[in-house]
């Protein structure tokens, strides 16, 4: 997330508050990274993701891997994401 990122005010007032992805969401821990200074911090953040800048989900096992083939990068609508976020848990609990 950043303030200067059209996509990811978008993804704030639409995607994240629909009733789909909220239901979905509930057995998943969702973080929110702030990168609108873009200061050190941020660009290390950013490089440590290999990221060009938001918006970005990334998602992570129990353990705190990144499942990398399963990021989404860009503007994400809310059927997208919970088919994702479906296809995700469903993944984790058939291991």
Wanted: hydrophobic content about 45%; some cysteine.
């Amino acid at each position: 997330y950043a303030d200067w990122c059209a996509s990811c005010k978008e993804m704030e007032a639409i995607t994240f508050v629909d009733k789909e992805v909220l239901k979905e969401a509930k057995n998943i821990l969702m973080v929110q990274v702030d990168v609108t200074d873009n200061n050190a911090e941020d660009q290390a953040l950013l490089k440590r993701f290999s990221l060009i800048g938001p918006p970005a989900i990334l998602f992570f096992d129990a353990s705190g891997q990144e499942l990398k083939n399963q990021r989404l990068v860009g503007y994400t609508d809310a059927v997208t994401l919970v088919d994702h976020m479906k296809k995700i848990t469903m993944n984790s609990k058939s291991i």
